[in-house]
């Protein structure tokens, strides 16, 4: 039987240790979620790093994970501490992240920092060598490993690869400033069929294949000597029904048994009936657009006074790449608007903005998602956004109104949202305001359609249609190499 391995830059589980023993704790992201689905199915094996420098740990204690992963299905890449800096924190967050994020004056173009993206993305290709067989099929993960399907394509001709890209493809004049550019177009195009959320990226991709390589394009179909590789559009779901219903259960908890941010939450409300949450949650990320959000939320408060006191802003922020000066600079950003605006607009019982940097467990996420009233995301770039698949998904009483940012790949799969650009300030200083007097029939209307539509194709649905995708490749080029 053919096998479908995956590999991605982390491993779907992270290492513990406790009384001198180390543990497997499992990844509940969206993409562990989807591709345990797949995987298992196809009894493939999981290629990846565990998420810890080898040089931490003696060679015996390295020896013991890699024993617990591989019972786990999963093959380890190892990593040193200097391969993480200059090939994770370097190459992959401080070059192709900023670059592809549009954020072009962010972008390091070390040299070293490319050389030691080629040497690790080897290691997992290498990696993968050692486990496929005959006419196996491999889906590669996100701009961690871009190279890697031309390094596998060129070893294994025989087996179908497959790259799903996680954050936006840019447009062509943005993604020609790398120095690296026809390295990378000419690693992914070893895949034979390459995903991206949005069409908009897919064409940025196949616009950038046509004007450095020169290569026929029909469709979505580019042709190279023999081969045949497929672009296309599938955009990530999420584990919908899990959502839906924590979020019933969490609804109809008794009292006694309602965790504690639940019951401080609705201490709130009971303070005035007529208050109103407004709730976004991210990893703290520049192209999230934070400081532009915590801008608008200031400007609305100064445009409607009306609301001061009766509306809040709940803020939670995932601590997140630390060691980028970008990052560092744009936590002391965010803490200081944070500070501006509950200085100008607080009083003795009530604070505009309640802050949390950190992550916080499932279970109160989904609380905060069935709480809050409006959901408010504004990224200056961003290639999904599952946040908003999962606040939607956790309106189990259809309630509940979007902003979302145009710049996101979700917002295709939310036209009944409301939709804002996050650098317009008074335009999402008015859009919270419209959110807020909703009427709820049309907050139902609206949501109803949106909730439907994600609960059709999500993140099960998605991965099953990417296989199929594969398959279908495959087909198609034996067909054609027959001819
Ligand atoms: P991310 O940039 O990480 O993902 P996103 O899609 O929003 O962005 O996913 C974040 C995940 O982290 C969500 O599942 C959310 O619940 C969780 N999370 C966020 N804040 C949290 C907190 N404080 N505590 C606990 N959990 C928290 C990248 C791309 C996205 C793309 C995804 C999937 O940048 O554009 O949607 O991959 O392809």
Redesign the pocket.
């Known amino acids: 039987m053919k096998k479908l391995h995956i590999v991605s830059n982390r491993l779907p589980f992270s290492i513990v240790s406790e009384d001198d023993k180390f543990l497997l704790k499992p990844s509940?992201?969206?993409?562990a979620t989807g591709m345990k689905s797949v995987y298992k199915d196809f009894e493939g094996r999981w290629i990846g790093w565990p998420g810890i420098a080898t040089d931490s740990y003696t060679v015996d204690q390295f020896k013991e994970i890699e024993g617990l992963l591989d019972k786990e299905g999963c093959d380890t890449v190892p990593l040193t501490a200097d391969e993480v800096h200059t090939f994770y924190e370097g190459f992959c967050n401080r070059t192709i992240w900023p670059l592809f994020?549009y954020f072009n004056q962010y972008v390091d173009y070390s040299p070293e920092f490319w050389e030691s993206y080629v040497e690790v993305n080897q290691k997992f290709a290498d990696k993968t060598l050692e486990v496929v067989e005959d006419g196996d099929f491999v889906w590669v993960h996100?701009y961690q490993l871009m190279l890697v399907p031309g390094m596998l394509k060129a070893k294994r001709p025989d087996i179908t690869i497959g790259f799903?890209l996680?954050?936006?493809f840019p447009s062509y004049e943005v993604f020609r400033i790398l120095p690296w550019r026809n390295e990378l177009l000419g690693g992914l195009l070893g895949a034979d069929l390459i995903g991206f959320?949005t069409y908009d990226y897919e064409r940025h991709f196949l616009s950038s294949v046509r004007r450095l390589f020169g290569y026929e394009i029909s469709f979505n179909q580019i042709h190279i000597d023999e081969r045949i590789i497929l672009a296309d559009a599938f955009p990530?779901g999420?584990d919908y029904d899990k959502f839906h219903d924590s979020a019933i259960k969490t609804i109809s908890r008794p009292m006694q048994e309602k965790s504690t941010l639940h019951k401080e939450l609705e201490k709130y409300f009971l303070v005035s009936p007529d208050r109103k949450l407004i709730l976004s949650?991210?990893?703290l990320?520049y192209?999230?657009g934070i400081p532009n959000r915590l801008r608008a939320f200031e400007k609305f408060l100064e445009k409607f006074p009306e609301y001061r006191t009766k509306v809040t802003l709940v803020m939670?922020?995932?601590p997140?790449r630390n060691s980028v000066p970008q990052y560092q600079r744009l936590k002391r950003e965010v803490d200081e608007l944070v500070g501006r605006i509950n200085g100008l607009y607080g009083t003795v019982n009530y604070a505009p903005v309640w802050y949390?940097y950190?992550?916080?467990?499932?279970e109160?996420?989904v609380e905060l998602y069935s709480m809050s009233d409006v959901a408010l995301?504004t990224?200056v770039r961003?290639?999904?956004?599952?946040?908003?698949?999962?606040y939607v998904a956790s309106r189990t009483n259809q309630t509940g109104v979007m902003i979302i940012s145009e710049m996101?790949?979700?917002v295709k799969e939310m036209g009944e949202a409301i939709v804002i650009n996050p650098n317009h300030e008074s335009q999402v200083a008015d859009a919270i305001k419209q959110a807020l007097e909703m009427p709820i029939d049309e907050q139902r209307a609206r949501m109803s359609v949106i909730q439907k539509r994600l609960k059709r194709y999500d993140v099960f649905k998605w991965a099953e249609q990417f296989v199929s995708s594969l398959k279908r490749i495959a087909q198609i080029q034996t067909d054609f190499l027959a001819k």
């Open positions: 509940v992201g969206g993409l994020h996100d799903f996680h954050i936006p959320h990530m999420i949650i991210d990893r990320d192209s999230k939670l922020a995932v997140s949390f950190r992550s916080m467990p499932f109160n996420l995301l990224p961003d290639g999904m956004n599952l946040v908003a698949k999962e996101t790949g979700v």
